[in-house]
């Protein structure tokens, strides 16, 4: 039987990709209509600040305007096109048996995603370059099949529908090309959702007794629930059996803050709810202080006994939430810097998702399962990255208790999409940054996260670069155009930066902040700080992977190792042996030699580099990867039991293989309910393949080793939490690009050392004012859905 997936799923309200945006990680007591509520409350502003004298206040902000030198082929179908495909494909004459989404049970036929499927390369970039037409346009459609006649099991399907607009030449067949399973079918085991609520629930009530005492709370599946079960995931399989361990989580009472992930509670249940007859399913054990129990009956005659050990309870208090708490800081309560930018320096194509700042052009796109990728970057006028952008998030955990031994998320699996959040001007975001809203399209509903992803400039707070003498000092400034997301996926927030750099250079960065999943502390001591009298700070590893499709001075490109290593050497014209260090150089041939970790003590130096194009001095001009803030990191598990073989790109920092229309990703967001059989196997990339002077791709990781302390309390901070990587010219221009910047200034000196004079090199000094308060964020709004399916009249 497959290994099986994510019962988190079966264990909260059918969170899946079958669900109406389905809640990630954990069932959080929270709501959009919370969020909303909450940020009208804090529409209280300070006073605007009096303009300087002499300047008049700026105009309101406009961004420059662009046109994209070609329309943006990466960008999701229209609304109406969206309503044209659900329309097609629910016609009965199709022979997918559909009922509309809202009226869907557990043993029928619905639609959950449906998104554009970008085109191949090798179509894209003929259009791109002029030499090719617009690739026809083509829908990835999941199906929840709940079961037939030969196929008793419900099962997810991915189909390709096109091409678009509908017309007699739009067929419907599975999407297989990207998978390299050989099949788009996975099992969908969120089918039966809530008949396991169900039986767990009736099983939880008949030991209420017991829970009260232990745990001061119960469960009986009625609104007076005081706590909940949180389910391992992906799910378990023994002996081709379904297994299901869960944990129970006190429900938080304070309003809106989602603490639910801090309140462990040390009593853990397993399951076995294999096959689809609730008749079958039962409890088969109940752990407590590390100690097993069989039986419900079992479990109770051993708490009757006066020797039984009581565990401390869980409590929920202000050490929870994030509210403002402790002694106020000295000066805090006067205003702190504010960034702002009244005359904006980059140009936006805002239909086209297109931007054009100093030598840089890109267009983005925007999908359910990974939120923003950039496509065809291009600096200097040549394209340098086909594409940039996140393939994958793993959150692998440890611990001695089977709820944290057992969960391993694949953040892919709920999207990232969903959950890009509006910003908050003025905190996430300077508020005269451009923003873009994201739309996707799930369940028959198109969802609209309005201003969820913003661009700005920022002063990097360091120079670029600097000299002084005696004779002049010589300074330019630092400046950085910021490309920014931030996605809350359950109890974590991760930010997501793409930051681009006036020396040609490309910066991706990502910060992790929310609230950390913590683990009961009883027994947890070789994983974990104990931060709280019920609670230890659970280890995990954050590992999440990037795609970068380099084209340096075209496609064909090439992986160079160049490793700084100690040596001796005995010169001409020495007398004796000298202890130096020297460069040895090593390219990546195959792709099996394409599994790389950085170089100990940061000796070496990794490129992409063009063979076929040297520079006027024999070089050969490429972009360089080197880490950034943070330690990028792989997972430290070897051979994830949980994971199985949906996690082959989590073992090394980076990969090199050769681009294939038919790998376009290296996971797929069902992957998750099947680890052992995943859609997309990452392994299957590695076949020995040539990858010296081909079209190769560069795939690495970022993430972080956390183990969380008493800091993490109430939510991890972001100084520590990051990590990063930067691509950077390296032999790829004559001389230092950013001498063509006008911020920069030149003081010089005369031979007393006084100020000769001052070149400011033509720069703009500011015109206005510029009236500063706080924020308005009384507009701050969730996500809006909107139905597409008011056109079925039928019932399925």
């Known amino acids: 039987m497959t290994w099986l997936s994510n019962l988190l799923s079966l264990a909260l309200a059918g969170a ?72 097609y494909i629910h016609d009965p004459a199709q022979g997918l048996n559909l009922t509309k989404y809202p009226d869907a049970g557990p043993w029928d036929n619905h639609v959950t995603v449906t998104e554009y499927i970008v085109p191949n390369k090798t179509a894209a970039v003929a259009y791109l370059d002029g030499c090719g037409p617009k690739p026809d346009k083509y829908a990835r459609v999941v199906v929840s099949h709940g079961a037939s006649g030969d196929e008793p099991e419900a099962w997810l399907e991915d189909y390709m529908v096109g091409p678009f607009p509908i017309s007699e030449k739009t067929t419907i067949q599975p999407f297989t090309f990207a998978y390299n399973k050989g099949s788009s079918k996975t099992p969908d085991y969120a089918k039966d959702s809530d008949a396991i609520r169900k039986f767990r629930n009736d099983i939880c009530a008949s030991m209420k007794d017991i829970t ?35 944990q129970w989580r006190l429900i938080p009472k304070i309003a809106h803050y989602s603490t639910n992930t801090l309140l462990t509670q040390g009593l853990f249940m397993k399951f076995d709810i294999t ?21 419900v009956e079992e479990f109770r005659e051993a708490w009757k006994k006066p020797d039984f050990n009581r565990l401390p309870k869980a409590k929920e208090g202000d050490w929870a939430t994030t509210k403002q708490q402790g002694k106020p800081l000295p000066y805090d309560e006067q205003p702190p810097p504010v960034q702002v930018q009244k005359q904006k320096r980059w140009a936006v194509d805002k239909k086209n998702q297109y931007v054009q700042w100093m030598d840089f052009s890109f267009y983005m796109g925007f999908a359910r399962d990974v939120g923003i990728t950039l496509y065809d970057i ?13 393939q994958e998030a793993i959150a692998h955990y440890a611990g001695n208790d089977p ?40 369940n028959g509903e198109t969802t609209t996260n309005r201003d969820s992803i913003c661009l700005f400039e920022q002063d990097m707070g360091y120079t670029m670069q600097r000299h002084t003498t005696g004779k002049y000092a010589g300074v330019t400034k630092n400046i950085g155009l910021v490309l920014r997301a931030v996605y809350t996926i359950g109890n974590y927030d991760y930010n997501f930066d793409y930051v681009f750099y006036y020396d040609g250079s490309i910066e991706v960065k990502v910060r992790a902040s929310g609230y950390i999943q913590s683990a009961y502390y009883a027994h947890n001591e070789e994983y974990g700080y104990r931060i709280n009298e019920h609670s230890s700070g659970s280890m995990h590893d954050h590992v999440l992977t990037f795609k970068a499709d380099l084209d340096i001075m075209g496609t064909n490109n090439t992986f160079e190792k160049t490793l700084i290593v100690p040596k001796t ?41 063009n063979k076929d194009e040297p520079n006027q001095w024999g070089e050969y001009p490429g972009y360089r990867i080197m880490p950034g803030s943070g330690t990028p990191v792989h997972m430290e598990v070897v051979d994830s039991t949980i994971l199985r073989n949906s996690a082959a790109f ?37 076949d020995g393949e040539s990858v010296a002077q081909e079209d190769i791709v560069l795939w690495f990781n970022l993430g972080m080793h956390h183990v969380p302390h008493s800091g993490d309390l109430p939510n991890t901070v972001m100084t520590t939490a990051q990590s990063s990587v930067f691509f950077t010219p390296h032999n790829y221009i004559d001389m230092d690009p950013t001498r063509a910047t006008n911020q920069q200034v030149e003081v010089v000196l005369t031979k007393d050392g006084k100020v000769d004079h001052v070149n400011e090199f033509g720069k703009k000094e500011p015109s206005c004012g510029i009236s500063i308060h706080n924020p308005d964020l009384s507009a701050y709004e969730g996500a809006v859905s909107v139905s597409k399916l008011d056109f079925l009249e039928y019932n399925g």
């Open 650 to 686: 989590g073992t090394h920092h980076m990969y090199v293989t050769k681009q294939k229309d038919t790998e376009p990703r290296l996971a797929a967001a069902a992957n998750n309910m099947a680890p052992s059989e995943p859609l997309v196997d990452f392994s299957k990339f590695f």
């Open 569 to 609: 050497v005995k010169y001409v014209w020495a007398n004796e042996e000298r202890n130096t260090m020297a460069l040895e150089r090593h390219e990546v041939l195959t792709e099996d030699d394409g599994k790389i970790n950085w170089a100990p003590n940061g000796a070496g130096i990794y490129t992409v580099i």
């Open 378 to 390: 291009k600096y200097k006028g040549k394209r340098i990255m086909y594409e940039l952008g996140l």
């Open 275 to 295: 096959g689809r007859d609730p008749s079958k399913w039962y409890l088969e054990a109940i752990l407590y202080d590390n100690k097993m129990y069989k039986t």
């Open 16 to 87: 899946s990709i079958t669900s109406a945006l389905p809640q990630p990680h954990e069932d959080l007591p929270w709501n959009i209509n919370n969020r909303r509520s909450l940020f009208q409350k804090r529409n209280a502003t300070i006073p605007a600040l009096t303009v300087p004298t002499g300047l008049e206040a700026c105009a309101a902000s406009v961004d420059p305007v662009v046109t994209a030198p070609k329309e943006n082929i990466f960008l999701d179908f229209s609304n109406d096109e969206i309503k044209e495909l659900l329309k």
């Open 212 to 246: 009260i005492d232990l745990l001061g709370s119960f469960i009986e599946g009625g609104k007076n629930d005081t706590s909940s079960l949180q389910a391992i995931d992906p799910m378990w399989e023994e002996d081709g059996k379904i297994k299901q361990w869960v």
């Open 403 to 442: 709820k944290s031994s057992g969960t391993a998320f694949l953040d892919g699996y709920y999207g990232f999409g969903p959950y890009a959040y509006e910003l908050v001007k003025g905190y996430d975001c300077p508020e005269s940054s451009t923003f873009f809203d994201t739309v996707l399209y799930q």
